[in-house]
C-alpha cells in the first residue's frame, strides 16, 4: 500500500468510526423510548387501578394487572433469547473474551444485535431487576463488528463490493470503539466509555486507536443527546439528556450555609463504605457464581421452555414481592418542599423538582404523606436512583434496609438468567440505597448534621458496583462524568479502590466469573512473578502438525481434516545426502530448493549489497566493489551452510514430505530437525483447495496459478470449511505451493526466553501463534493462548517444582 492508499484508508476508517458512534446512539434512542413508552402504559393502568381498588378492596385485580402486563413482556424477552442465546445477560463477557482475542460464536451477528435490543426493552419494561447499559456495550460492539464489513450473514444476498478492513485487527479496532460508544450512550461518560474499552476489553491497543475511540464515544454521546432533547423536551439541538442514565445535578441550597457536598472528615466513612461495597461484593458474586453453576448442571441441559419457565418464575416472584412490600412493609412520610436541602435542590439537567415529585406514589396513605418503599419499587429504576440521590429525609431505615435485601436478592437470581440484562442500574440502586441507610443512621444516632445524604448515596452506589464489578479508573470517570461534578473525583476513587482490593480478597469480579466458568482462556494483564522461573521451552507444545512449502494434496487435505489447528509451521527437513535424494523426487527437490535459496548467509547478503553498489555510476565506487567482492563459490561448496548446521548422529531416514508418521518410529525419527520458513492459515489453505491453486509433478512450480490478497480475504469472515470441499473436484497428487502465501516473517521466541516476555509478546502484539525456534533456525514448537493461561502456567510450574 502506498501512501496515498494509506491515507484514504484512514480517513475511511475515521468515517467509519463516526457511523459507528451514530448508529450505537440510535441503538440507544430505540431501546430508551420503547421502555419509557412502555413502562409508563404499565406504571399509569396499574397506579390508576391500584387507587381504586384500595377503596373497594381488589387489589388482587391489581396484581393480576400487573403481572399480566410483566409475565408477557418477560416471555418476549425469553423467546428472543431462544433465537439467539448469545443474547442472554449483559454481553460484557462475551466482548471481553472478544477483545481479549477469543472468537466467541455468533457473539456479533445481526441477529444477536436484533434479539439483544428488543429484548433488554421487553425485560427492562417486565420489572426486572436489571438495567439497559450492559447490553448498549454488547450493541455498540456488534455495530462495530458489523457495520464497515458492509455485509451480513443474515442479508446474503445484499453484498457491497466494500474492499476495506478484511482482517481480525480491524475489526478487533472497530469492536472497542463500539464497545466504548455503548457505555458512553449509556452514562453520557464518552471519555469513561474510552476508558472502559481500554480498562476492561482490549488487550491490543495503540495511541492511534485511543483517539479513534473517544471520537466514536462522542459521536454517541450527542447523537443520543440530540435525539432525546428533541423528543422529551421539543428542543432540538439543544443537548439536554447526555446519557440513559444520569445522576442529576449535586448541589447545596443556597440558604444552607452548614451544608457541603462532603469534608475531610467524610473520607474515613468513605473508607469504611467501600470495605463493606468490597464485601457486599464479594458476597453477591459468590451467590451468583453458585447460581450459575446451578443453571449450568440442572437448567440448561433440558429442553429450552424450562429456561423460559425460570424467566417467568423470576418475573413472578419479583412482581408479587414488589407489590406485597410496596402496600404492607412501606411507611407513610410526610410531604416537605419547604426542607432546605429536599425536594427544591434537584435541578435535574433543566426540569424542575415537580420531576422528582411526580415520581412520588401514595398508595395507601393519606393527604400530604406518601409511601416510601412503593416510591422506589413503582418507578422506573433511574428514578427510584434519582429519587435516593436528592430527596432528602424522607426514606426510613427499616424501609431502605428491606429495600436494599430484597433488591440484593433478586437481582443476584435475576442476572444469569435467559434475559437480556445489565448489572450496572440494579447495582447503583443497591448501592445508593446502601448509602442512604449509612447517612440516615449517621444524622439520626451520631448527630452529623453537616453530611449530604446525596454524596453517601453516591459514594455507597459506587462502593457496591466497585464490589461486584472491580472496575477502577473507568468507572471512577463514568461516575464523575455522570454527576457533572468533578470534586467527587477523590472520594469516588478512595471508595472503588478500598472496594475491589476488599473483593479481590474473596473472589474475582462478576465478569471474571462469567468468563471463567464459560471455559474461555482468557489472558490477564500479566503473569504472576514465579512465572518467570519457567521457559518458553517449559510451555510450547512440542508435538507439531506442520506442512512443507510444497505439498501434495492428499497430504493437505488429510492434515485439515485430522486437525483443528489454525495454522501451521512450514519447514523442511535437514538431510545428510540431500544431492542424491533430489534426483529421485520432483516435490522433494522442490522442496530442497526453497530450503536453500531461503536461507541468508552473510556472504550471500554481502555479494548482493556489492552488486547493488556496482549499478552506481561513480567509478570509484564500482573499483571499490570490484576489489572487494569476495570470489563466486563453485557449486560443489553449495552445501557447506549445510553441513555446518548439521547433527552429529546418523541422518533421518529419507522419507517423503507426503509420508505419514510410523508406529515404528524411534523418538528421533518422529522429532526430527525442521528448518522453519513461515506460518501459513488454516484459511489460507483451504482457500487454496477450492480454487484449485496447485501444479502437477511434471510442470514448474512456477505455472502454479497465483491469487491476489484481495481474493485470498473475499470469503472474510467466514471461510469455508475443508469438511464442505467436495473432494471428487481435486487430484490428489497435485502439489500446492503455500511460500507465496506464507507469512515468511512471524514473531518468534527462542526456547530460554522468560514465560513473562513470551507473554508480554503473545499478548501486546494480539498474536494466536508463536513458533519456538532455536539458533540454528529450526523449530521445537509452538505455543499459543492455550499455553500462557493461568491454570496451565500453574500446571507447568508445579512439575518444574517436581523436577527441581
Not at 468510526?17 to 406504571?43: E, Y
Not at 499478548?763 to 494466536?768: A, P, V
Not at 532455536?774 to 517436581?802: C, D, K, M, P, S
Request: proline share 5%.
Amino acid at each position: 500500500m502506498d501512501n496515498k492508499k494509506g491515507r484514504r484508508y484512514e480517513a475511511v476508517k475515521w468515517v467509519m468510526v463516526f457511523a459507528i458512534g451514530v448508529c450505537t446512539g440510535l441503538v440507544g434512542l430505540f431501546v430508551d423510548f420503547f421502555v419509557r413508552l412502555f413502562s409508563q402504559l404499565k406504571f399509569h393502568v396499574v397506579q390508576t387501578s391500584v387507587e381504586e381498588c384500595s377503596e373497594k378492596g381488589c387489589l388482587a385485580v391489581s396484581l393480576l394487572e400487573l403481572l399480566g402486563f410483566n409475565l408477557t413482556f418477560i416471555f418476549l424477552a425469553s423467546l428472543l433469547v431462544l433465537i439467539e442465546p448469545v443474547a442472554a445477560g449483559s454481553g460484557i463477557p462475551e466482548i471481553k473474551c472478544y477483545l481479549n482475542g477469543v472468537k466467541v460464536p455468533g457473539i456479533v451477528r445481526l441477529r444477536t444485535l436484533v434479539c439483544k435490543a428488543l429484548g433488554v426493552l421487553f425485560s427492562v419494561a417486565g420489572g426486572l431487576f436489571v438495567g439497559k447499559e450492559g447490553p448498549m456495550i454488547h450493541s455498540g460492539a456488534i455495530v462495530g463488528a458489523g457495520l464497515p464489513q458492509f455485509q451480513s450473514i443474515s442479508f446474503r444476498k445484499i453484498q457491497f463490493n466494500f474492499p476495506y478492513f478484511r482482517s481480525d485487527r480491524d475489526k478487533r479496532d472497530f469492536v472497542s470503539a463500539g464497545a466504548a460508544a455503548g457505555v458512553a450512550a449509556a452514562f453520557g461518560a464518552p471519555i469513561g466509555g474510552t476508558l472502559f474499552s481500554l480498562e476492561e476489553g482490549s488487550s491490543f491497543w495503540n495511541q492511534g486507536l485511543t483517539w479513534k475511540v473517544l471520537f466514536c464515544s462522542m459521536a454517541a454521546t450527542f447523537t443520543l443527546n440530540f435525539f432525546r432533547s428533541g423528543i422529551q423536551f421539543g428542543s432540538w439541538g439543544s443537548f439536554q439528556l447526555p446519557g440513559l442514565l444520569n445522576f442529576g445535578e449535586f448541589k447545596c441550597s443556597d440558604s444552607d450555609k452548614k451544608c457541603h457536598l462532603w469534608t475531610a472528615m467524610d473520607l474515613g466513612f468513605f473508607i469504611m463504605m467501600g470495605i463493606v461495597g468490597g464485601l457486599l461484593g464479594a458476597t453477591f458474586n459468590c451467590l451468583n457464581k453458585r447460581l450459575a453453576k446451578y443453571r449450568m448442571r440442572n437448567v440448561h441441559p433440558k429442553p429450552k421452555l424450562v429456561r423460559v419457565l425460570e424467566s417467568l418464575l423470576v418475573c413472578l416472584t419479583t412482581t408479587v414481592v414488589v407489590f406485597v412490600a410496596s402496600m404492607i412493609l412501606g411507611e407513610c412520610r410526610q410531604m416537605s418542599s419547604t426542607n432546605p436541602s429536599g425536594n427544591s435542590t434537584l435541578s435535574f439537567q433543566g426540569s424542575s423538582s415537580e420531576d422528582v415529585n411526580s415520581s412520588i406514589k401514595t398508595f395507601f396513605c393519606p393527604n400530604e404523606t406518601y409511601n416510601d418503599m412503593a416510591t422506589l419499587f413503582f418507578n422506573p429504576q433511574e428514578s427510584a436512583i434519582l429519587q435516593l440521590f436528592h430527596q432528602d429525609g424522607t426514606f426510613s431505615p427499616v424501609t431502605l434496609s428491606l429495600f436494599f435485601l430484597l433488591y440484593f436478592l433478586l437481582s443476584c437470581w435475576t442476572y444469569g438468567s435467559s434475559v437480556p440484562s445489565g448489572l450496572f442500574v440494579p447495582s447503583l440502586l443497591c448501592g445508593a440505597a446502601f448509602g442512604r441507610l449509612v447517612a440516615n443512621l449517621l444524622k439520626s444516632y451520631i448527630g452529623l448534621d453537616h453530611i449530604y445524604s446525596g454524596t453517601f448515596a453516591l459514594i455507597g452506589a459506587a462502593a457496591f458496583l466497585g464490589g461486584v464489578v472491580r472496575m477502577t479508573i473507568s468507572l471512577t470517570v463514568i461516575l464523575i462524568e455522570s454527576t457533572n461534578e468533578i470534586t467527587y473525583g477523590l472520594p469516588i476513587m478512595i471508595t472503588l479502590m478500598v472496594a475491589k482490593w476488599t473483593g479481590d480478597f474473596f473472589n474475582k469480579g462478576i465478569y471474571d466469573i462469567h468468563v471463567t466458568l464459560r471455559g474461555v482462556p482468557l489472558l490477564e494483564w500479566e503473569t504472576e512473578v514465579e512465572m518467570d522461573k519457567l521457559r518458553a521451552s517449559d510451555i510450547m507444545e512440542p508435538n507439531l502438525t506442520y506442512v512443507y512449502p510444497h505439498t501434495r494434496i492428499q497430504s493437505l487435505v488429510s492434515i485439515l481434516r485430522t486437525t483443528v489447528h489454525h495454522a501451521f509451521p512450514v519447514v523442511t527437513e535437514n538431510r545428510g545426502n540431500e544431492k542424491e535424494f533430489m534426483k529421485g523426487n520432483q516435490l522433494i527437490s522442490n522442496n530442497i530448493r526453497f530450503k536453500k535459496s531461503s536461507i541468508l548467509t552473510r556472504a550471500g547478503e554481502q555479494r548482493r549489497r556489492s552488486q547493488s553498489m556496482k549499478s552506481y555510476p561513480s567509478s570509484e565506487l564500482r573499483n571499490m566493489c570490484d576489489e572487494h567482492v569476495a570470489p563466486e563459490e563453485p557449486p560443489e561448496k553449495e552445501d557447506l551452510l549445510q553441513q555446518m548446521l548439521e547433527r552429529r548422529y546418523t541422518p533421518y531416514p529419507n522419507l517423503y514430505p507426503d509420508q505419514s508418521p510410523s508406529e515404528e518410529w524411534t523418538m528421533e525419527e518422529r522429532f526430527r530437525p525442521l528448518t522453519f520458513h513461515g506460518l501459513i492459515l488454516r484459511s489460507q489453505l483451504v482457500t487454496l483447495l477450492i480454487r484449485g491453486v496447485c501444479y502437477s509433478e511434471s510442470q514448474s512450480s512456477t505455472s502454479q496459478p497465483r491469487l491476489s490478497y484481495a481474493e485470498m480475504a473475499e470469503d472474510y469472515p467466514r471461510y469455508p470449511d475443508i469438511h464442505d470441499l467436495d473432494l471428487t473436484l481435486l487430484t490428489p497428487r497435485m502439489i500446492v505451493d503455500v511460500t507465496p502465501y506464507m507469512n515468511p516473517s512471524p514473531f518468534t521466541v527462542s526456547p530460554n526466553t522468560h514465560a513473562s516476555q513470551v507473554f508480554n509478546l503473545f499478548r501486546t502484539m494480539g498474536l494466536r501463534h508463536l513458533p519456538v525456534v532455536n539458533a540454528v533456525g529450526e523449530i521445537v514448537g509452538i505455543i499459543t493462548r492455550h499455553n500462557l493461561t493461568h491454570e496451565f502456567l500453574q500446571a507447568r510450574l508445579r512439575q518444574h517444582y517436581q523436577t527441581i
